[in-house]
């Protein structure tokens, strides 16, 4: 009975060592940074910090498929390496020897991507799924863009310009007609025997010292 | 009634900046430097500066006498100089009209870039992110972020001249603007035009020594300024370099057009017009040299930034250092040698203390090493050790050096709208305070595109008010209203997906082949057909004195030559050149492809060659028609009075 027990005890650690392979098809492999991204507040790699990941990745699963009976031994683990990398597999909960596909993972994990991260204080970078690639951030885009807002204010400014011009045009014509017409009546009024007289301020005429009688009026002896 | 005097600039010095702000043109700056680059560097400036004494001057000081004289525009002008010459008026001002609709597309994408240099990062800095925020648009990472904006954001190009596409709204509501602010600057006349030349001819200067100094200071602008300077005079044995001098000459100073005509025709009868003529003549061959000194320090910088980057990709600068190492006598890879030529390789030391942390991440992340376990003093060791335990997983990493060459960057020639929107906006990303240098840069294309523009639409406005008709039936807001709107319309073709190519083809067809053929027209009319004597005549009633031997001689002999050479080395080469081709966009491969035109854009190129120089003989034909039809009148008047 013991012998039993002990054979399938040391079974279940082979048979997930079996399911999880690096390279396997529906195994990803995850790199961490911590030293880069934390430096002198690093923190060391060890069991408990894999037991958190392999919660984490069970939570990403339940919060995808809506499933609660993802378990932290749902995630193996196999393959670890100084650099802090590793492989890993996600096993169906019903059926603990099928696996979860490639892309379900996949989804999973871009779902939960920031929680994930946020765990172990990293980022997309620094906590990589290789084969996923990290979400870049789209850029900020105001609601009207900003080269229209540029464009409708040179454009106020050239049309107030032009109709500026065009009017102050119109009323300079104006003007001048009116002085021209003045003038025209002006000299319609002097003409005198179809000869003008521009010097005239619209008088009554010339006086002619020829005709004029006034110092003969008392004739002299 | 009161007659209308002729407008005229308010003083010499207004003329003077219209003139130049004519001739100091977009070509100053995105051709000169080219055919710098194509024709052996510094050496290219001896057939230019030939040229321009023997061709550009005289025809200058030609065109300005003509337009002072007769004060008139070049329709007026011409039908005075000889009844039927006045074709060679009507083609300048078909030429002017092909021009002015095709130009100001130009200034609406130097807006569009100007108005979208007003954000935060700029929008041709970055590659826009696929719809799943993944990765970016495929057609932005196979070509370049530049590129993408400019093939794709600003004309949405279609793959091909056939495909027209619809009328791009951002390219329309720019040309709309465009033109309203050229019907700006011109719809009073002298009296506005004479006062934003004050502007657009100064203020492209200001930016080109601003942009001079920043320029000269950039890092690797010295290895291009090197490689413009360096004079590679077996280029000049080569005929092309003397054609091209010839023809940039002419269409620099953009003579044939009837803007100078239109001009000069504003001047007092005694102004000094032939001082004038050489001081803008010489501005505008000292600006294209200036500013191919501003080109050439701007593609340094980019040249040497993108050979930068490639040896930061690769692994390249490693192996540089490392070979550096090995000649500088230490046989022996050691990490000691490389502390101790710290201080004389300076650059390649910067270069690889980047890279090292590349270096580093490649290496942990292959073999899955500790992440502090690689450091400077024990990476040769790591090296070392890794290559010989996993010789096959080294060789793929070894296997990234791509080859990294100062040379072809520097190589890539490029002139027009690629220089000016693709090329100028890479290097501009990479300088600090990217949107200051772009709206600077955008502004200055603005000025020198509008300035130019000043002078084309007047020389299509003088003729047309010289036109009694016109003018007693319509104001001359109104006129010019009619005329701009005209354009403008038929510009909104060039705003259509397909409109790059038709703006290809006018570019190189509508203003070159024509204009020789006008001005050639032009000097031997004034030299043969008006005569020489009659016309030093009239310059010596304007100025005061006969103009020197030196001009006689150049426009009697030299210049007409010249120009018949030019004339047929072009009908040549259009012949021998078979089925004209054009650049298109594919935007699969993210880069231009060679394409034929199909026949329609064939007629309406040979339209173009044809429509004005037609206007000449046709012209000619109408009034001598016409002159016989009064003489058959007046004889039959003499006969029957008699």
Redesign the interface.
Known sequence: MLARVLLALSLVPALALALCQPDGQDAYKV?L????ALGANAYEWNESEQFLFRATLAFAMRKYTGQETFNVSSVIVCNE?????FWFVVTNPNDTTTLIPKNGVEEAIRLSRNRINSAFLLSDKTLQFVGI????A???QPSLP???I??GV??GI??A??LA??IS?FIQ?KKKEKT?EDEEEKQERIMENGISFETLEGKDGVNNGAYSHDEDRLTQL | MVEESRPSWENPMQFVLACVSYAVGLGNVWRFPYLCQMHGGGGFLIPYLIMLVVEGLPLFYLELAIGQHMRQGSIGAWSAINPYMGGVGIASVVVSIFLVVYYNVINAWAFWYLFHSFQGTLPWAECPLSSNFTTYVPECEKSSSTDYFWYRETLNISSSIEDHGGIQMGQALCLVLSWMVVYLCVLRGTESTGKVVYFTATFPYLVMIIYLIRGVTLHGALNGLKYMFTPKLSDLAEPKAWIDAATQILFSLGLGCGSLIAFASYNHHNNNFEKQAIVVSLINSATSIFASVVTFSIYGFKATFNYESCLDRTLQSFWIFLKRVMSAGSLQFNIDSYFSIQNTVQTEWTVFNTFFLKMQLLLINTFDLAEDSIKRDNLDDWISHLNASFPDKFATISSQIEVCDLESELDTAVEGTGLAFIVYSEAIKNMGLSQLWSVLYFSMLLMLGIGSMLGNVAAIITPLRDFAFLTRHFQKETLIGMMCLFCCLVGLSFTTRSGNYWFTIFNDYAATFSLLFIVLIEIITVCYVYGLKKFEKDIEVMIGHRPHWYWKIVWSVISPVLIIGLFIFYIADYIMGGTPTYQAWDSNLGKTVTKEHPPFAQAVIGLLLVTSMMCVPLAALVTFIKKKKEQARERKISTTAS
């Open positions: 790199r940074s911590i030293k880069t390496t100084p650099r802090v990398s690639p990290p979400t870049l789209p850029p900020s900003v080269w229209l540029v464009f040179v454009m050239v049309t310009g032009i011009l065009i045009g014509r021209i």
